[in-house]
């Protein structure tokens, strides 16, 4: 079983000035075939709930199936770094916050993924000192959907990315590991990733950030929607699954990919 990818080998690589790629797995067979590919990091996600199980949102998804997928994911997993969602309603409370994450390490994730701001800079600091690490998720935060009123673009006007830096200089402050943003313009995502100290993920915020992350399912055409303006299809034109996901760990580190045809202004 060869060794699995820490976070500190993963802000050393930021640190060196190369970049990292994520893509979600939800089953043993997918971590396998992923990490033996060479992606460094596998996102459990709550995503799971569109992807496998049918739901219009992320909302439905209970701790009990991140802790089910998880292990899953685990058990197939040979030498990435697990990153697992906790899902919504699963940190409101501090106590809450910090059991759920644990039953998440406990399952075989190395780190959990929360979205929101400043508000969980308390949660944060307690995961840290439980040994917890972290990514927290701003931007478009699929949780907060009925909030948004749908899933929009973040951190347009002034008065809003400016939140959104504030958001992740407290967050880093209170000890997050990761950044993660989803659908923000290009220029802001490039501000945050040049103001915090540690590892950025984007998805839908252009090619600046320290990494990538697409949803496997829509990287591999494998769904029914229309894809988002954002992924790119690497099964298109690459005949099958080890061609494509080849290509996308090529094109993120080259920083081919994403191109400004897949960002937001």
């Not at 939140?163 to 490039?190: Q, S, Y």
């Amino acid at each position: 079983m060869p060794k699995t990818i820490t976070v500190s080998q993963i802000k050393q690589l930021v640190s060196d000035g190369q970049k990292f790629t994520m893509l979600t797995a939800y089953d043993a067979t997918f971590a396998s075939m992923f990490s033996k590919a060479g992606v460094e990091t596998l996102l459990v996600g709550d995503s799971l709930g569109m992807v496998c199980q049918g739901q219009e949102s992320t909302v439905p998804v209970t701790m009990d199936d991140m802790v089910y997928h998880t292990q899953a994911v685990s058990r197939g997993n040979e030498g990435a770094l697990i990153v697992a969602d906790l899902p919504f309603n699963a940190y409101s409370h501090l106590e809450q916050a910090v059991n759920n994450a644990g039953r998440l390490m406990q399952a075989g994730a190395h780190m959990v993924k929360l979205e929101g701001g400043a508000w969980l800079c308390d949660a944060v600091q307690a995961m840290s000192r439980a040994g917890i690490p972290t990514c927290l998720h701003l931007g478009l935060t699929p949780q907060s959907v009925n909030k948004f009123g749908g899933y929009k673009v973040q951190g347009r006007d002034d008065a809003a990315a400016q939140t959104m830096i504030n958001d992740a200089l407290a967050l880093v402050e209170a000890g997050a590991d990761f950044i993660l943003l989803e659908c923000v313009p290009a220029d802001l995502a490039r501000a945050i990733t040049e103001t915090v100290s540690v590892p950025v993920i984007g998805i839908g915020a252009g090619a600046d950030t320290d990494g990538q992350v697409l949803v496997s399912y829509d990287m591999l055409g494998l769904t029914q929607h229309r894809l988002p303006r954002f992924v790119k299809n690497y099964m298109a034109d690459a005949g099958n699954w080890e061609t494509a996901v080849d290509q996308y760990i090529k094109e993120v580190k080259s920083g081919d990919f994403p191109t400004a045809a897949h960002a937001f202004e």
